[in-house]
C-alpha cells in the first residue's frame, strides 16, 4: 500500500495524546479537592528534587476575535482585567505552595493563552516575579510564552527576557490575505519579520511558528507562498497542525462553511506539501506535528530520547508535576489530572476565597498508569518495550493489528519491542490508539469526538 492509500486508511478520528486517558473519559463527577491534592504532594514530594516542577499559565484574554479558534477564551478591550486576574493567579500559586513542605524547584513554565501579550509587560513580570520569589530554578530552567504578532512589542519581548524567557512562539497560522481575512487573523507577514528579528536581537534562542493547514479558502498556492515567507525567517521550530473544525464547541468556526475548508483529499494535499516543504527547508520530524531545526534542543532531545509530552506538546524537560494556573487551565500529578473552571468569574471568585474549584478531575487506575507510559514512549521515543508491566492490559487483539502495520511498514515489532519507522512518524496517534483501552471501551460514537488525525 502506498503512502497516500495510508493517509487514506488511518485518516480517521483520533486522539492527541496530549494526556491518557483523554479528558473525555475523565467523567463528570464533582472532583475530590482533598484527593486530589494528595496525589499532588505525593508526585512532589517523589519528584521535585529530581526532575522539578512545570508550571502553565493560562491567560484568556483577546482584543480580537480569531474564528478558527477553540480555545479558551474572553475578547475585550478592557484592560483593567489585568490586574484582579493576576492577583488570582498569584493567589492561587500559593494554594499549591500551602501544600509543599519545601520550595518547589521549578524547570518549566509556559505562558499560553488566549493572548499572553494582551497583558503589559509590567504585569507580565509581576506575576513571573511573584512565582519565582517562592521557588529555586532548575540549573535548566526553561520558559516559554505564545506571543501575538500584532501585539507582541519589544517591551514585552524584553521585560519577559528579563524575567528569564528565552524560547517564544509565535501564532503565524498563514500569510494568505484571504484566508487571514476568513479567519479574523490579518498580520502582513512584515509584522512577523519584525517580531522574530526582534526576538533574536535580544537573545530568545528558539522562535517557534505555529501553522495550520485545512482553514477556510487554504489551497495549495497559499500553502507553498506561506511556506516560501518561513523559508525566508527560518523559525527554530515549526509546528504544522491540522485545522479541527469544531463549530459545536466554537461559535466563532460558524461564521464560514464547510464549502469554504478544503476536502479530505484537499487537505491531505495540504498536509503533504507542508511535510515536504518542512523536509527541503531541513526541519526534522520530532513527531505528532512538531518539527525542527538540528540545532533546537528540541531535536537534540528527540536523539538522546529524553522527548516529554504534555499539555504544552512536546518539551524537553521530563517532569511529572505540570501545574495548571489559570481559567480551564490543566494540571497533570502522574496519578491523577485535574481542570478548573473556564468560566473566569468562577475561576476568580474561588481564587479569591483561596480556595481550588476543580471541574474535571481523572484518577489513573494501575492499567492506566501503564497505558500512560505506552503511549508516551510511543510519542516521544518512538519505540515501547513490553514491560512485564503492561503485559496484561495489551488488548487480545494487539498482535494482529501491529502485524498489519509492520506489513505497510509502519513499525516493526517482536515479542520484546516495537519501534516506529520514519514512514511511521506520520502515523503516531494511530499507533497509540492501538493501546488506549478507554478509546477500545467506549461506546458507540464516542470516538468521533476527535478531530482526524491527518
Known amino acids: 500500500m502506498d503512502r497516500e492509500a495510508l493517509i487514506d486508511k488511518y485518516n480517521v478520528p483520533v486522539p492527541r495524546y496530549t494526556s491518557y486517558p483523554t479528558v473525555p473519559f475523565w467523567g463528570d463527577d464533582k472532583p475530590d479537592v482533598d484527593k486530589w491534592f494528595q496525589l499532588v504532594k505525593r508526585c512532589f514530594n517523589e519528584s521535585n528534587k529530581t526532575k522539578g516542577i512545570s508550571i502553565y499559565i493560562h491567560l484568556p484574554y483577546c482584543e480580537r476575535l480569531c474564528t478558527y479558534c477553540a480555545c479558551t477564551k474572553v475578547i475585550t478591550r478592557d484592560h483593567k482585567v489585568e490586574d484582579s486576574y493576576i492577583d488570582a493567579l498569584l493567589q492561587e500559586w500559593n494554594i499549591y505552595m500551602e501544600q509543599f513542605d519545601e520550595k518547589p524547584i521549578l524547570r518549566e513554565l509556559h505562558l499560553g493563552g488566549g493572548t499572553p501579550t494582551f497583558f503589559n509587560p509590567e504585569n507580565l513580570k509581576r506575576l513571573i516575579n511573584g512565582i519565582k520569589s517562592s521557588a529555586d530554578l532548575h540549573p535548566e530552567y526553561e520558559f516559554s510564552f505564545e506571543g501575538h ?55 530568545y534562542h528558539s522562535v517557534n511558528y505555529d501553522l495550520i493547514y485545512g482553514l477556510p479558502k487554504q489551497e495549495i498556492g497559499s500553502v507553498k507562498d506561506t511556506f516560501d515567507k518561513v523559508s525566508e525567517l527560518k523559525p527554530d521550530r515549526i509546528a504544522y497542525y491540522s485545522y479541527a473544525h469544531v463549530p459545536w464547541k466554537s461559535k466563532g468556526q460558524r461564521l464560514f462553511t464547510e464549502e469554504d475548508i478544503p476536502d479530505s483529499s484537499g487537505k491531505r494535499a495540504l498536509y503533504e506539501l507542508g511535510k ?89 487506575t494501575d492499567e492506566d498508569l501503564q497505558v500512560k507510559k505506552a503511549i508516551l ?39 520484546n519491542k516495537l519501534e516506529v519507522s520514519d514512514l511511521g512518524m506520520t502515523f503516531l496517534r494511530n499507533i497509540c490508539k492501538l493501546f488506549d483501552n478507554r478509546l477500545r471501551n467506549a461506546k458507540s460514537g464516542e470516538s468521533n469526538m476527535f478531530s482526524k488525525a491527518i
Open 377 to 415: 514512549d510511543i510519542s516521544c521515543r518512538r519505540e515501547l518495550v513490553f514491560s512485564n508491566d503492561l503485559k496484561p492490559y495489551l488488548p487480545e487483539t494487539i498482535e494482529k493489528e501491529l502485524r498489519v502495520m509492520s506489513d505497510e511498514g509502519i513499525l516493526s515489532f517482536d515479542s
Open 149 to 203: 504578532p500584532n501585539n507582541t512589542t519589544r517591551e514585552h519581548m524584553q521585560a519577559l527576557y528579563e524575567v528569564g524567557f528565552r524560547r517564544v512562539s509565535f501564532g503565524v497560522q498563514d500569510f494568505d490575505p484571504e484566508v487571514q481575512r476568513v479567519i479574523n487573523r490579518i498580520q502582513s507577514y512584515e509584522t512577523v519579520k519584525e517580531v522574530t528579528e526582534i526576538a533574536r536581537e535580544i537573545g
Open 276 to 364: 515536504t516543504k518542512l523536509a527541503e527547508l531541513g526541519y526534522d520530524d520530532v513527531g505528532m506535528d512538531h518539527f525542527s531545526l538540528p540545532h533546537d534542543n528540541l531535536y537534540q532531545a528527540k536523539l538522546e530520547k529524553r522527548l516529554h509530552r504534555n499539555f504544552m506538546g512536546y518539551n524537553t524537560s521530563h517532569t511529572e508535576l505540570l501545574i495548571g494556573l489559570g481559567a480551564s487551565s490543566i494540571s497533570d500529578a502522574k496519578y491523577a489530572y485535574a481542570q478548573n473552571p473556564k468560566e473566569i468569574h468562577l475561576y476568580k471568585a474561588a481564587s479569591e476565597k483561596g480556595v481550588l474549584d476543580l471541574v474535571k478531575a481523572c484518577y489513573l
